[in-house]
């Protein structure tokens, strides 16, 4: 981010008509626009929304209720407008698009050998950086995939370390039967694919995930654009970790939309710095909590750019 | 509220392409939604905003380091659009209008006498309930007025007591010195007008505040019409406290916007068992908490009407 525009940004929130400081978080979020837009007065003109999909051989494993099925109608849903994001992006005014990752070739089971080859983990992180639209203001992530939760507690627990239970929750609606079946699972692919801590591109290709992968694409290519993010839940959050492993400044640009109701988003957010901007108690993924988070970001904009000075509305000082 | 609205609202959600649950937050507001307008189907046409503004002999006691003008200074911003809340509405689409309650006839200094006559409460009552629209589909209330938390924090103290400190807070930025003495100004207060806990009418009047007044008299007009609230920060939460002194239900149809960084606003609501829909460190008043909150609500309908359902769209359920 650009240091002097945050800085103008800084001092235009201390002028505006209000105590200094009284709108709390929307005059740092404003802050923080400014500096990743380089300019005192940062705006949204293009919201872009991208839900990567992927399918995993983990299922092989039993570690979700729903059938690898859902994946493939769920993008049909996302298609066909009838999806919870549609709805947010429709509200918040983002424009959606969904990337399905060869959901008829899902990656192999990690607990049997490495999720993808690295030429499979480079194009799904090549696919990623190509959909973002390098003229966006803002960008949300999100993703679909039957069975991802477990993938992201395997890349949380890679990372960040501690035992492996801390990092998994009920995701779709596992029973406590389900949640020691994903650790076990879990367990013995950490077993198998250790001392990737430092190594992205390895990690991704040994927990998998095409969607994670491209997640971690489409973060790099929008930092390069200097593009703010806004990242979704666990499994969004888990899928960028390993960026954090290489390097925690590469999420600089990135804010946590919100934190989720799945338990090992607050340890991962606690573990990565991230102050979440809404806890909602959502668990529902394919990005629907950074698109509600983008219209908070708005209205902090809103405030930013339209509010009057004390000056300009001559309004006395304390 | 309906109940039978509520349970096919509930019903919807449980029908619509999710796990059960995964929305969170989202799906209890638009079950609350429901309850009130009396349909499974809840949406918001319109919504309306309204700002009281007044001001206070207490004042005279050096409780606000800003001069009472400030309060018409405010109201003149509001009109000319250069305030938070004009953002904030615009942003969310409420219709915005600004109440101002005899500004250059300041309430009388609760230390000496009572706040308002009888008739004078009730007057502003009536402009309060006077200005609801009838065909509003939700209402977000907000406040102006130099002086007023220390006006928000005696009304506290009355209702749900215990030390004075604890319903003290900076308001627009008082220091140390400021704190203490708004606590002795509150305690001379309290040890003046006592017993009126059950007399909502009665503690208005002497403690004060037109915009409190006007602020009960509109929550009252919105429940005889149906009409779900948004209430904003300490000041605002404070303000209906004594319409929970006389019965708790009669805040059963509003919402707590968000909870404000006024360190007594977290007590005032878990007094009063209300959840906020979002913690912001927002301390702004103006309504500013309740019109940001508002934007969560629409996008909580906006899933609960545009969703499909999984027979609609055709997806495998667990």
Partial sequence: GDPQAAEAARARQNALTKPPGSLGRLEALATFMAAWHGTDRPVINKAQALVFAGNHGICAQGVNPYPQD????????????????????????????????DLDRPTGDFTEGPAMSEAETLAAMNRGAAAVDPGADVLILGEMGIGNSTIAAALAAAIFG??????????????????????????????????????????????????????????????????????????????????????????????????SAEPGHRLLLEAMGKEPVLSFDM?????????????????????????????EAGVSEA
């Fill in 162 to 259: 501690g035992d492996v239970a801390r990092w998994v929750g009920p995701g779709t609606g596992a029973d406590a039967e389900g949640l020691k079946r994903k650790v076990d699972v879990i367990e013995r692919g950490l077993a198998r694919h250790d001392g990737l801590k430092g190594n992205a591109p390895a990690l991704l290709a040994a927990l998998g995930g095409r969607e994670q992968a491209a997640i971690c694409g489409a973060v790099l290519a929008a930092r390069a654009a200097c593009i703010p993010v806004i990242l979704d839940g666990f499994i969004c959050t888990a899928a960028v970790a390993p960026l954090h492993g290489a390097s925690p400044a590469l999420l600089d640009h990135c804010l946590a939309g919100h934190v």
């Fill in 283 to 311: 668990r529902l993924g394919e990005g629907s909590g950074a698109a509600l988070a983008l219209g908070i970001l708005r209205a902090a904009l809103e405030c930013h750019n339209g509010m009057a000075t004390f000056g």
């Fill in 70 to 101: 859902v994946t493939a109608q769920m993008v049909a849903n996302f298609e066909a407008g009838g999806a919870a994001i549609n709805q947010l992006c429709r509200a918040n005014g983002a424009d959606l698009s969904v990337v399905a990752l």
